[in-house]
């Protein structure tokens, strides 16, 4: 059996190394990191801005990495196709983050058509009204998007990797800024993929 530690270390590394080949995505993650710390410390004075900040900044630059510049194709460096790493993915794989941001960008469009969401909120009276209300949603959407799958890991893997991955999740901003912060600078020499992680494929390598 595993320690708690050990099992945090396993999934911090296993998401590395599987899911963060692309220079352009870990500076992505460098800078997600970065403004998500910044809405962590506003949720003790401002939780709507941090709302704000860590949905329309934070997630939007995180996940377009994953989206657009991380490789899709075979994983010679961990032997493994995309659609095994995306089968075995203990968080949230690009086909449940699609679920996850899809309610998040129609959240507004829910609450423009009822003012109340379905009596919960006084009828917005202003634009700034209204976006504080939608900031209000996205707020409940990050803390029941990080609930919802660790209770679902209780059920289908056990309680500890449920709670170590909500553990690894809530401190990856910490995690990424330490991991990623050479990586504009790498991507500024040209290197597109971490030749650590076993697919070397910089610029010079596709012009020659």
Same mark, same amino acid.
């Given at each position: 059996? +595993?320690?708690?530690?050990?099992? %945090? *270390?396993?999934?911090?590394?296993? $998401?590395? *190394?599987?899911?963060?080949? =692309?220079?352009?995505?870990? =500076?992505?993650?460098? /800078? =997600? ?6 809405? @962590?410390?506003?949720?003790?004075? #401002? ?7 860590? !949905? ?17 194709? @075979? ?24 679920? %996850?941001?899809?309610? !998040? ?5 829910? &609450?423009?058509?009822?003012?109340? %969401? ?5 009828? !917005?009276?202003?634009?700034? $009204?209204? +976006?504080?209300?939608?900031?209000? /949603? ?7 998007? /990080?609930?919802?799958?660790? /209770? ?5 893997? $056990?309680?500890?990797?449920? %709670?170590?991955? +909500?553990?690894?999740? &809530?401190? #990856?901003?910490?995690? $990424?800024?330490?991991?990623? @912060?050479?990586?504009?600078? @790498? ?6 993929? #971490? ?14």
């Amino acid at each position: 059996m +595993m320690s708690f530690r050990e099992q %945090l *270390r396993t999934q911090r590394w296993d $998401d590395h *190394r599987y899911y963060h080949h =692309s220079r352009i995505n870990q =500076s992505l993650h460098f /800078v =997600s990191a970065f403004s998500f710390l910044v809405a @962590y410390a506003l949720l003790f004075v #401002d939780p709507v801005a941090a709302a704000l900040i860590g !949905w329309l900044f934070s997630m939007t630059t995180r996940q377009a990495g994953h989206f657009f510049f991380e490789p899709k194709g @075979y994983d010679h460096g961990n032997h493994a196709t995309h659609d095994h790493k995306e089968e075995i993915k203990v968080g949230y794989n690009l086909n449940r983050k699609i679920v %996850l941001m899809a309610i !998040w960008a129609l959240s507004p469009l829910v &609450l423009f058509l009822d003012p109340t %969401l379905f009596g919960v909120f006084t009828p !917005w009276a202003s634009p700034a $009204d209204f +976006m504080r209300q939608v900031a209000k /949603v996205w707020l409940a959407i990050g803390i029941g998007g /990080v609930l919802f799958r660790t /209770v679902h890991l209780f059920f289908i893997r $056990d309680v500890e990797t449920g %709670l170590v991955w +909500m553990t690894k999740i &809530l401190t #990856d901003p910490f995690h $990424d800024l330490k991991l990623y @912060y050479k990586a504009p600078l @790498y991507l500024m020499k040209g290197e597109l993929i #971490d030749p650590g992680l076993g697919q070397v494929q910089t610029r010079k390598a596709r012009s020659n």
